[in-house]
């Protein structure tokens, strides 16, 4: 195990650790009977997860010179929060029955809902209880970033780019929505929603949190790392994550195999695949992507233009190339030479997960 290996280790469990603290300081808030499946069901979305978050935040931390803090992790924490508030109303939006193997939130109450034979309709139910779920967990990344326990001047100094990267996230889920509206999507729009969605606020804002939490300041050369490295390799996350949503083993991603076919996502490898397909091929494409009732033979062909295309071999190369400009951005930036070494490692594994 490499250094910086045996270092997301440690993040990972400083990282949970802080979540059961947070989590028990909150439940006497939310101790009435009828809200113990609101606690269950946060305590079951933070459970598991690489905590990639928070590790790009610890190394940009670290290699501005932070040291090990209690309450550094506290606030990295609050990126996992975040993060699953983000999951509960994605699965909302696009009707996912599946979250890491289990049912997804809404589906999770719906269920409460029909086994209690409650009035009105379960699935309506399962679905505001998802919403107010993520509100609450949004809520609560706050308040756990706020109380972290760092200097005043840390959090003052980091507080517009938390915001900021909240605010991004949520015009990300609304251009990730526009997009699968629309019906069809062009390179750039693909490439806008990998970026605002989820390449931002994965990689590029992490870093830049503890980068500026460490120098208690936005040097220009905290942004230049960021774009050049952080942008890189969150546009390459994201893409991978689009691979996975068509081509991923179930027993890794957690969902159903080709569940983004289902949900009529409308990435890069989609708009690869329409821009390089035959007439017989696309009108396939447009009249099965997005059938809810998708089975595992209609998916076989969709994957089958896509790699047919060559749709899933462009995507493969612009991960590599998004990857090679991450790492070729940190030679020359004034970070520790650890903190340097762990970054180009977490780039190469948020990349390189496995289909």
Partial sequence: MTAS????????????????????????????????????????????????????????????????????????????????????????????????????????????????????????????????????????????????????????????????????????????????AHGENTFESALRVALFKSGKYSVEHPLRLGLVLAAQSLEPWIDRLCEGYGRNVGIAFQLRDDILGVFGDPAETGK???????????????????AAASPEQALQVRLTLGDPGLDAEGVDRLRGVIRETGALGACEEMIKNYLEDALNSLDDAPITPEARSALADLAVAATSRRT
């Avoid at 006497?28 to 079951?44: C, R």
């Avoid at 992790?73 to 696009?94: N, R």
């Avoid at 569940?259 to 695949?273: C, N, S, V």
């Fill in 5 to 180: 290996a045996a270092m997301l280790d440690t993040v990972r469990s400083e990282v949970d650790r802080s979540l059961r603290r947070f989590l028990d300081r909150q439940r006497p808030l939310v101790s009435a009977p009828e809200l113990t499946p609101l606690v269950s069901a946060t305590e079951d979305f933070l459970s598991g997860g690489k905590r990639l978050r928070p590790a790009f935040c610890y190394w940009g931390w670290r290699g501005a010179g932070g040291g090990d803090d209690p309450a550094f992790f506290t606030a990295a924490a609050s990126l996992e929060l975040l993060q699953a508030s983000a999951l509960a109303h994605d699965d909302v939006m696009d009707a996912s029955d599946l979250r890491r193997g289990m049912p997804s939130a809404h589906r999770r109450f719906q269920a409460i809902h029909e086994k209690a034979g409650w009035h009105g309709s379960a699935e309506q139910f399962g679905e505001g209880a998802a919403i107010l779920l993520g509100n609450l967990l949004l809520v609560w990344s706050g308040e756990m970033w706020r109380t972290s326990g760092l200097p005043p001047a840390s959090l003052a100094a980091a507080q517009p780019v938390y915001d900021y990267m909240r605010t991004e996230l949520m015009c990300g889920q609304y251009l990730d929505l526009l997009e699968q």
């Fill in 256 to 274: 159903p195999a080709g569940d983004d076919l289902r949900e009529g996502k409308r990435t890069m490898l989609i708009a690869r695949t329409l």
